[in-house]
């Protein structure tokens, strides 16, 4: 399947899309999961001047993520607002901004960053009339990724004498905590005999 639009094709009114992307399409690494059958891209490419297109859509659909954790692989729903705008090179070369912002980062604030480019659309190349989605689709996925990926916000790992997912039980080596004597611990942090 083709994710290459010629600008010929698009007038004011824009190009309606619809893809079935293939994880083949997509190619992920091992630490941003693995596609669940396929994902589905809605959206509107229009000019807003001769070499200038911005898109609109969503992708949605499932990837397999591995709980960092416990280890165990789960499905993670993903629903993704798109927004991107390409931009003919000129011979230069244009990045998407999310690469730029990492360069333009120095020693300022993560959040003085992010409030910079907040309203700033993605910047995509324009190569010989031909517009490429593809890697739209594809960065929006990979910055997508949690940094601590989670089954569970209360996941609660595994064990560190056996290897056992805790989530599924206590194990053999672990001995329960009693009610009782973590209240006394807190009452009384310093062993001194009550």
């Known amino acids: 399947m083709s994710y290459i639009i010629n600008i010929g094709d698009l007038d004011a009114e824009g190009l309606p899309i619809e893809y079935e992307v293939q994880p083949s399409e997509i190619d992920l690494s091992t630490d941003d999961g693995e596609i669940a059958g396929s994902l589905t891209c809605l959206g509107h490419i229009f000019l807003i001047e001769r070499n200038l297109a911005n898109f609109q859509g969503s992708l949605t659909g499932k990837v397999i993520r591995e709980c960092v954790r416990c280890l165990t692989r789960f499905e993670d729903n993903i629903s993704l607002s798109l927004n991107a705008q390409f931009k003919e090179s000129n011979h230069t070369s244009v990045e998407p901004v999310s690469s730029k912002r990492s360069k333009k980062g ?22 010989e009339d031909q517009i490429d989605l593809l890697p739209v689709l594809r960065e929006h996925l990979i910055l997508a990724t949690p940094l601590q990926t989670l089954c569970q916000e209360s996941c609660s790992g595994l064990c ?23 209240i006394q611990n807190i009452e009384n942090p310093i062993g001194i005999k009550i």
Do not use: T
């Not at 120095?106 to 190569?127: A, F, Q």
């Open 160 to 182: 560190q004498e056996c290897g056992s997912n805790l989530n599924e039980g206590v194990c053999g080596c672990c001995s329960p905590v009693e009610p009782s004597s973590l």
């Open 106 to 127: 120095g020693r300022r604030k993560n959040s003085e960053i992010e409030e910079e480019y907040e309203n700033e659309l993605d910047i995509y190349p324009i190569e």
